[in-house]
Nanobody, 125 residues
Framework: QVQLVESGGGLVQAGGSLRLSCAATGLTFSTSDCGWFRQAPGQGREFVAGIKWSVSRSYADSVKGRFTISRDNAKSTVYLQMNDLKPEDTGLYYC???????????????????WGQGTQVTVSS
């Protein structure tokens, strides 16, 4: 049974930093692509960042230069380092795994195979 468990969310002031973690069990993590998505109240789930098994990365324009996605295959964990946080970054952050064969980082949520339960990030102004 595949399980993804996120941690690291919280309340932070604008300009602050948080580091999210997502630990995966029940599958071969090193051959999976990973993505981080977020969902604000009343909004759809949007792509934030993704990293392929080959370690190529992609970011949403709104977070480029502020967020960094990384992975540690030995720990079956993907991270999202978030710096210079803004109130508009507030939302429920989900990690997801993609087991398909598309050559690029997938940015559409419905193509991902497994999801975590989410961790709340709240940025106050």
């Amino acid at each position: 049974q595949v399980q993804l468990v996120e941690s690291g969310g919280g309340l932070v002031q604008a300009g602050g930093s948080l580091r999210l973690s997502c630990a995966a069990t029940g599958l071969t993590f090193s051959t999976s692509d990973c993505g981080w998505f977020r969902q604000a109240p009343g909004q759809g789930r949007e792509f934030v960042a993704g990293i392929k098994w080959s370690v190529s990365r992609s970011y949403a324009d709104s977070v480029k230069g502020r967020f960094t996605i990384s992975r540690d295959n030995a720990k079956s964990t993907v991270y999202l380092q978030m710096n210079d946080l803004k109130p508009e970054d507030t939302g429920l952050y989900y990690c997801a795994l993609y087991r398909g064969r598309l050559p690029m980082v997938v940015i559409t949520p419905n193509q991902y195979d497994y999801w975590g339960q989410g961790t709340q990030v709240t940025v106050s102004s």
